[in-house]
Each structure stands twice: as structure tokens, then as C-alpha cells.
């Protein structure tokens, strides 16, 4: 069984800081990852993904993959109230973590 | 360009009832994933679909199971319904392969076992 991790939070930031969301996964042969969005009621939306080790950053958003330590992170910059979310990691790619809700505080 | 649409968006329905939901993927979109969310489990994979077939299947007993059709409209049927089935299913479409492709997700039915 392929298996997703993530800590569930909730995770609280101040307005303006950097979120880091962290994902861990036990397959070692998945090549890529998503990083959804998911607004409370509403459907998850693609915001990253990933598919080498290192960093990769798209605005305010950067995602790190370490595929020897099987850790996938993402990485919210001055993070405003309306990223106040649940946060979905995805192995290839049925495979979603639990998620971790971000609350960001004015 | 039109999104992912699920009908019906709510739905009652009391054990030992059998229910349909039905998925029309974005427009050229050949694959169809189908998703329950539950706020205890999560997000967990049901099955995909690709050109009227079963691709990938998730842990899920016999009770749920889906099709599609040659225009990639997706159905999914869960029989004898059970109080634990009461979810979100999802569904999500994508060009041809979920590991690599984006998947854009519907807005979801949201099933209610009495």
C-alpha cells in the first residue's frame, strides 16, 4: 500500500510569515508529486508540482522534493489570510495525504 | 472552457438503497478518476477510467463500481448502501495519465446514508 503522510494541523501563521507544510511518502518509486488546495466546501486545485529533487517555486509558492529522504515540502511566502486552506500532498497519483489546514491570522 | 461537472451535487438516500453519480470530464479530457473524501479518511482513490476501461483501482469493496462511456462521461454506482458511505465523492479528469498530468477535480457530490 502506497502511503501519503501528512501532520493534519491545523498549522497557524501570522499574516506575512512563511508556512511550511511537510508530506512524507513510502514509495520510493514515485517520480512526481502534486500539492493541492482545498478550500473548505469546495474542490481541490492544483497548485505545484514536482518532479526532481531540489526546489521549485512558482510566486509566492516553493516546493522541495528530497527523494532519499522520501519528504516532499511546501513552502507558502508572506502568507496572506486568503491562503488559509487544507493543503493536499499527492503521490502519482491517486495517493493523497490527509491533509494539513493553514490558518492564517490578520 | 468548461470544468469538470458532477450531478447531482446532494444526495439522500437510506441503507440497502443503490445510487449513481455521474461525471463529464473537461472537454478532451480521456481520463477519469473517481475520489471519496471523508473527513475521517481523507481523499482515497476509488478507480480510474481511460477509454471505457478500468485502469487503476483503489481498496474499495465490489459495491462500488463505475463506467464510462465512449464520450468520457463517467458513471460510478455504490449498491446496498452502507451509513459509513456517506462522503464527498469527487471526481477528476485528465489528459491521459493522472501521475504526470494535472488532474482538475468536479465540485463533488455529497452523499447522505440514513
Known amino acids: 500500500q502506497k502511503e501519503v503522510e501528512q501532520n493534519s494541523g491545523p498549522l497557524s501563521v501570522p499574516e506575512g510569515a512563511i508556512a511550511s507544510l511537510n508530506c512524507t511518502y513510502s514509495d520510493r518509486g514515485s517520480q512526481s508529486f502534486f500539492w493541492y488546495r482545498q478550500y473548505s466546501g469546495k474542490s481541490p486545485e492544483l497548485i505545484m508540482f514536482?518532479?526532481?529533487?531540489g526546489d521549485k517555486e512558482d510566486g509566492r509558492f516553493t516546493a522541495q522534493l528530497n527523494k532519499a529522504s522520501q519528504y516532499v515540502s511546501l513552502l507558502i511566502r508572506d502568507s496572506q489570510p486568503s491562503d488559509s486552506a487544507t493543503y493536499l500532498c499527492a503521490a502519482p497519483s491517486f495517493y493523497f495525504g490527509s491533509g494539513t489546514k493553514l490558518n492564517v491570522k490578520p | 472552457k468548461a470544468g469538470v461537472t458532477q450531478t447531482p451535487r446532494y444526495l439522500i438516500k437510506t441503507r440497502g438503497q443503490q445510487v449513481t453519480l455521474s461525471c463529464s470530464p473537461i472537454?478532451?479530457?480521456?481520463?477519469v478518476s473517481w475520489y471519496q473524501q471523508t473527513p475521517g479518511q481523507g481523499l482515497q482513490f476509488l478507480f480510474e477510467y481511460f477509454s471505457e476501461t478500468q485502469r487503476n483501482k483503489g481498496n474499495f469493496p465490489g459495491r462500488f463500481s463505475g463506467r464510462q462511456f465512449s464520450n468520457s462521461r463517467s458513471e460510478m454506482n455504490v449498491s446496498t448502501l452502507e451509513l459509513g458511505d456517506s462522503a464527498l465523492y469527487l471526481c477528476a479528469s485528465s489528459l491521459d495519465l493522472p501521475s504526470t498530468d494535472t488532474q482538475y477535480f468536479g465540485p463533488g457530490t455529497r452523499l447522505t446514508v440514513l
Open positions: 514536482i518532479y526532481s529533487n
Open positions: 472537454s478532451g479530457h480521456r481520463s
